[in-house]
């Protein structure tokens, strides 16, 4: 089973507009990735998060982490076309063995 | 700055061919992965290496095979193609394993079709 999933499937904003996704997971975790994929392309590292911290910001990203709720959400602020991907969080595998365990992703379209 | 090299890019086989997808890193990575994307399921680790030498089982490993040929290569074999192996394919790196803080760098996949 997945240990961590996006919420929501898909979103559509207008260029401009903040985007927000969330993403649970299953079980105690060390940190949570998210990372991007463009349309026919790999995935791409954004940001990471440690289990001990609760807020981190990237240019206009900025992720919280929420350990006792076991999720998280991903904040792009100011939104622009170029932001339209698939975005994914990534967690470890719950037997500890430090495979990245990936959601299946929510799909952002920015409209001009 | 290639990164991670992924070849081919697209491929269509018929059921019952076998054929290897090549991946190669020029960042001095340790570890390499490969996953497979499937709709709606995200990415599911097929096999990965730790280091230059190992080879282990993720998620999804029947019926493929793998091999790290050096450092900077590690190629997924398919001995015989089946329609449920239709995905697309993404190798990944990671400087080293057993340190989940370290993030992975992606090649841009094999789209592979089996019919």
């Known amino acids: 089973s997945q240990q961590g999933e996006e919420d929501p499937q898909a979103l559509s904003i207008q260029e401009g507009e903040n985007a927000t996704m969330n993403c649970s997971y299953k079980?105690?975790?060390?940190?949570l990735q998210w990372y991007r994929q463009n349309s026919g392309r790999g995935l791409v590292h954004l940001i990471l998060?440690?289990?001990?911290?609760r807020e981190k910001h990237s240019g206009r990203l900025r992720v919280t982490l929420d350990t006792s709720k076991k999720s998280s959400s991903l904040l792009i602020t100011a939104s622009r076309a170029a932001d339209t991907a698939s975005y994914f969080c990534?967690?470890?595998?719950?037997?500890?063995?430090?495979?990245?365990?990936f959601g299946s992703g929510t799909r952002l379209l920015v409209r001009p | 700055n290639a990164g991670v090299t992924q070849t081919p890019k697209f491929q269509v086989l018929k059921t019952g061919q076998s054929m290897t997808l090549q991946c190669a890193q020029d960042m001095n990575h340790n570890s390499m992965y490969w996953y497979r994307q499937d709709p709606g399921m995200g990415l599911r680790l097929i096999y990965y290496?730790?280091?230059?030498?190992?080879?282990d089982k993720g998620e999804v490993p029947n019926g493929y095979n793998v091999s790290r040929l050096n450092k900077r290569e590690f190629s997924l074999r398919l001995e015989s193609a089946a329609p449920s192996q239709t995905s697309v394919y993404f190798c990944?790196?990671?400087?080293?394993?057993?340190?989940?803080?370290?993030?992975?760098?992606f090649g841009d996949g094999t789209r592979l079709s089996i019919l």
């Open positions: 990944a790196s990671s400087e080293t394993f057993g340190d989940s803080n370290q993030p992975q760098h």
């Open positions: 998060i440690r289990s001990n911290e």
């Open positions: 290496s730790a280091s230059e030498g190992t080879t």
């Open positions: 990534a967690t470890d595998a719950e037997d500890s063995s430090y495979k990245l365990i």
């Open positions: 079980t105690s975790i060390n940190n």
